[in-house]
């Protein structure tokens, strides 16, 4: 199945398949898809959910997107997405948005629906592996486990762009909504009785395109509040809901022709009260991710890049200890054998494994002998988009 998929990506690509754009009855549509697939190999702790320590080739997802402008103000699409990573996915197909969009003017549109959550650079992108230099977005920030609870929110977003002359542009998104549940995510993947978790989450950010032209600086902020239950580590049920659950973040990222510097901070917080005869009745978690790239286009076919991203699962904890942090130095080269087909070979040096609540990639479960402090990983992916 595996290999059958890769042949058939391969051949897409050659194909130089296009985007199909049509009317229906007067109607602009729109109809996008993309597939990948990669394989991952790895010399010490099995990564993603799978034994990347003997290679595998268990990482392929794909997509269809279509979007209907049903007037010169309002389109409405959606997405349907599937992946199968590992224990992550398991090819079951989801909603990945699903909204409308009304723009009233620059400065003011609405959207409402399955909406994809802007935060920071990338997550409302992070779908769309044409788009970025690496095989792997910085898993401190953007962590695959957790990309179904993530990248939408079930709600409603208002947003613009406001002119400020000389001084740029101001962009804002203001949104309210509840956070979707994913069973077949990082949270779920190992629990014998799925986690199921009930939040209502309300956020925004605010981007300004600065006088200096390429560089853009950002915030973002998200303030939630849940409740959930399920199976803990022994077997035993557990509920819990939380008190506190607070994420801003911080970005900057310059542009100059085929340069590209991004940085970006995030703290999560999150205090909550946990009712489980094996926990302590509160439990105080301040997380922090940190990672600065740069990537620069040599030519039309050749793309090159490396970042630095590290991850502190507890900030109050030893922060040298590996079960409490990730580093990883990435190496990247991007070739671009088409418009429409890409190759991406990626080296991975990290140092630690965090924990396995952390949901950044490390399992015990995968790893039954034990973790090693260091893991080098090789991603070699590809992928095709129309």
């Known amino acids: 199945m595996k290999s059958l998929f890769l042949i058939a990506v391969v051949s897409a690509g050659l194909m130089r398949a296009q985007s199909t754009d049509f009317t229906l009855e007067g109607v602009p549509v729109q109809i996008h898809g993309f597939a990948s697939q990669a394989f991952l190999a790895s010399d010490n702790n099995n990564y993603l959910s799978m034994p990347t320590s003997q290679g595998s080739f268990a990482f392929t997802d794909f997509g269809a997107n279509v979007s209907l402008q049903l007037t010169g103000q309002f389109?409405?699409?959606?997405?349907?997405?599937?992946?199968?990573?590992?224990?992550?996915?398991?090819?079951?197909?989801?909603?990945?948005?699903?909204?409308?969009?009304?723009?009233?003017?620059?400065?003011?549109?609405?959207?409402?629906?399955?909406?994809?959550?802007?935060?920071?650079?990338?997550?409302?992108?992070?779908?769309?592996?044409?788009?970025?230099?690496?095989?792997?977005?910085?898993?401190?920030?953007?962590?695959?486990?957790?990309?179904?609870?993530?990248?939408?929110?079930?709600?409603?977003?208002?947003?613009?762009?406001?002119?400020?002359?000389?001084?740029?542009?101001?962009?804002?998104?203001?949104?309210?909504?509840?956070?979707?549940?994913?069973?077949?995510?990082?949270?779920?993947?190992?629990?014998?009785d799925p986690t199921t978790r009930g939040a209502r989450s309300e956020g925004g950010d605010l981007r300004w395109n600065t006088l200096l032209k390429g560089l853009l600086a950002g915030l973002s902020y998200i303030d939630s509040a849940s409740r959930e239950k399920g199976i803990d580590a022994l077997g035993l049920p557990y509920t819990g809901r939380s008190k506190k659950n607070e994420t801003p973040q911080f970005y900057l990222q310059y542009v100059h022709g085929g340069l590209r510097l991004d940085a970006e901070y995030r703290r999560a917080y999150r205090d909550e009260l946990v009712f489980d005869?094996?926990?302590?009745?509160?439990?105080?978690?301040?997380?922090?991710?940190?990672?600065?790239?740069?990537?620069?286009?040599?030519?039309?076919?050749?793309e090159i890049g490396a970042y630095y991203s590290r991850f502190y699962f507890d900030w109050a904890d030893k922060l040298s200890d590996p079960d409490n942090h990730i580093f990883d130095k990435v190496a990247a080269v991007r070739l671009d054998l088409t418009s429409h087909w890409d190759v991406k070979i990626e080296g991975h040096f990290m140092n630690g494994y965090g924990s396995g609540d952390a949901f950044r990639g490390f399992y015990l479960q995968d790893n039954p002998q034990g973790f090693k402090p260091d893991t080098n990983l090789l991603v070699i992916r590809t992928g095709v988009q129309f």
């Open 75 to 192: 389109r409405v699409g959606a997405q349907v997405y599937d992946r199968n990573m590992g224990e992550l996915g398991n090819w079951h197909p989801e909603l990945d948005w699903a909204s409308g969009d009304y723009r009233f003017k620059d400065w003011l549109g609405i959207r409402a629906g399955k909406v994809k959550t802007v935060l920071g650079l990338y997550n409302d992108t992070q779908d769309l592996e044409s788009l970025h230099t690496w095989a792997l977005l910085p898993q401190s920030m953007y962590p695959l486990d957790l990309r179904g609870t993530t990248i939408a929110h079930i709600g409603g977003d208002c947003y613009g762009d406001i002119s400020l002359k000389r001084l740029g542009t101001l962009s804002y998104t203001a949104w309210a909504g509840l956070v979707p549940n994913d069973p077949y995510g990082g949270r779920a993947a190992y629990n014998s």
């Open 277 to 302: 005869v094996h926990q302590p009745p509160a439990i105080e978690i301040d997380s922090r991710s940190v990672y600065g790239s740069a990537s620069y286009r040599i030519s039309k076919r050749l």
